[in-house]
């Protein structure tokens, strides 16, 4: 199964590869978009990717894993094509309708396959060095966009789609994982999933605690990021670079594990909250470039740290044989939120950018305080 493992970094590292990450945001506003627009197609897309999750982590369970990557792998490749050539809101949509089919199918299954490859043994370490994978592909791909892609947006656009297209190709020679043949899967899982997950009460505020605080940090990272650097008075060039940097970040994913050993689980979290509530704070105070900077780096620090301890609690509150389907019952239940947040965050960005760092703020202090009330009643269980 080590294969498996390194077929599946490999696989992150070129779907890593988005070209036009950079300017992702003034790209989209260049072709007409404000910023209230991108959050609406955002919130669109998580919309149906809640719908979809259920239907795939069902379909992901009776066809098999390996199958189930291959396809979503080739429907990213398709939706990169999309996007390059998008030209207005109807195509960005159509591209994130198609995204949106792609994530909710890969939902759990990536990290199901990487759990069941290495059979449970340090799944933090290998959650974290497959998270790390996938920043590499960012970091490579961003230092190609600042020295040599530039202003050429549309080659950018044509360099992600070569790279998804190699990904695409890796996903062929993927290994099953599942334990049990697609006919021994019970009739009703997801009714005896379902049930299993909404009974553990204190488990789904954890959920909501992990869709506050990543919410926050993907809008931030990918979006806001962008238009603080503008108000900063920066350019695309030196926004290429500071991408760069806080794409490095992403590799101390590698460290979650180790973090974790070194201060346990609660001190983890808390830790994450903090340093995620105190970035946001900053950045809805200050429009200078060095601390907007650092803010917005340990922003990426807290989530890149704490996204392999997320998957490794989700994977071991799991006890079904039907693992994609419970994983994509917690993503439906985590999008339910995101699709609020979104909007919120898009409405207050067009009002006042500030606004909506200081609402990312409050969102993660309020994860924290729902970490301690999960881990205090998960302790005692």
Same mark, same amino acid.
Request: aromatic residues 12%; charged residues 10%.
């Given at each position: ?8 970094? #490999?696989?992150? !590292? $070129?779907?890593?590869? @988005? &070209? ?6 003034? *790209? %989209?506003?260049?072709?007409? +978009? ?101 920043? #590499?592909?960012? !970091? $490579?791909?961003?230092? @190609? &966009? ?6 050429? *947006? %549309?080659?950018?656009?044509? +360099? ?109 979290? @808390? ?111």
């Amino acid at each position: 199964m080590k294969k498996n493992i390194l077929l599946m970094y #490999a696989i992150a !590292l $070129f779907q890593g590869m @988005v &070209f036009y990450g950079p300017i992702a945001t003034l *790209y %989209r506003q260049t072709q007409g +978009l404000s910023v209230f627009q991108i959050t609406i197609i955002e919130s669109i897309s998580l919309g149906l990717g809640l719908l979809l999750e259920l239907p795939w982590g069902i379909v992901a369970d009776k066809i098999g894993y390996r199958k189930t990557v291959l396809i979503c792998c080739l429907l990213y490749f398709l939706s990169k094509i999309i996007f390059w050539q998008a030209t207005g809101f109807g195509g960005f949509l159509a591209e994130r309708i198609l995204l949106s089919v792609v994530l909710s199918g890969l939902s759990g299954v990536d990290t199901s396959i990487l759990y069941l490859s290495c059979q449970g043994k340090d799944s933090q370490k290998i959650f974290g060095l497959y998270n790390s994978m996938s920043m #590499a592909g960012l !970091l $490579f791909a961003a230092a @190609v &966009f600042s020295l040599a892609v530039g202003e050429h *947006y %549309r080659l950018a656009g044509l +360099l992600t789609v070569v790279s998804y297209a190699i990904a695409a190709l890796l996903a062929c020679f993927l290994t099953e994982v599942k334990q049990k043949p697609a006919n021994e899967v019970p009739s009703e899982p997801f009714r005896v999933t379902l049930q299993a997950t909404l009974r553990n009460r204190t488990f789904l505020l954890f959920l909501l605690a992990v869709a506050l605080v990543t919410e926050t940090h993907q809008t931030v990272t990918v979006f806001l990021s962008q238009l603080q650097y503008a108000r900063c008075g920066l350019d695309s060039p030196t926004m290429g670079f500071l991408y760069i940097f806080v794409t490095v970040l992403g590799l101390l994913g590698v460290c979650s594990a180790a973090v974790t050993r070194r201060i346990n689980t609660l001190p983890s979290l @808390v830790l994450f909250c903090c340093m995620a509530a105190a970035s946001c704070g900053v950045l809805s105070v200050v429009q200078h470039t060095v601390p907007s900077v650092l803010s917005i780096a340990a922003l990426r620090i807290s989530n890149t740290l704490f996204q392999p301890l997320q998957w490794e609690i989700q994977n071991q509150e799991i006890h079904t044989e039907n693992r994609a389907t419970a994983l994509s019952i917690h993503t439906m239940l985590i999008n339910c939120i995101a699709m609020g947040t979104n909007l919120m965050f898009g409405a207050l960005s067009d009002w006042s950018l500030s606004a909506a760092f200081l609402f990312g703020s409050s969102l993660c202090f309020l994860s924290l305080l729902l970490f301690l009330f999960w881990y205090r009643h998960t302790e005692n269980r």
